[in-house]
Nanobody, 129 residues
Framework: QFRFVESGGGSVQSGGSLTLSCTGSGFDFNHYAIGWFRQPPGKDSESVSC????????KYVDSVKGRFTISRDSAKDTVYLQMNNLKPDDTGVYYC??????????????????????WGLGTQVTVSS
């Protein structure tokens, strides 16, 4: 049975750091590229970062480049999002998602959310000024 669990969210002050984790089970996690999305309060969800199934390709949206780092541990079926120098605009619910490696070359940070196959329930990140 598919299961996707995010953790690591919380409340921090501007400039602080958090590391989000996303662990999958019930499917062949290492055959999937993983994307992180976030939904700010009152806004649509937006892509943040993605990593290919093998971990060799990593991409970020411009607003988080240089501050966020995505990585994956194939032995633990887990993807991480290290977030440094957090800003109030980073506030939102963060979701991880999976798309089959057969559907994307590497990963595509511009790929619409509707293309992804599996989703977690999200973890809240709140950054105060």
């Amino acid at each position: 049975q598919f299961r996707f669990v995010e953790s690591g969210g919380g409340s921090v002050q501007s400039g602080g750091s958090l590391t989000l984790s996303c662990t999958g089970s019930g499917f062949d996690f290492n055959h999937y590229a993983i994307g992180w999305f976030r939904q700010p309060p009152g806004k649509d969800s937006e892509s943040v970062s993605c990593i290919s199934s093998g971990g060799g390709t990593r991409k970020y949206v411009d607003s988080v480049k240089g501050r966020f780092t995505i990585s994956r541990d194939s032995a633990k079926d887990t993807v991480y999002l290290q977030m440094n120098n957090l800003k109030p605009d980073d506030t939102g619910v963060y979701y991880c998602s999976a798309i089959s490696r057969a559907a994307v070359a590497g990963c595509d940070v511009d790929m619409p959310a509707r293309e992804y196959d599996y989703w977690g329930l999200g973890t809240q990140v709140t950054v105060s000024s």
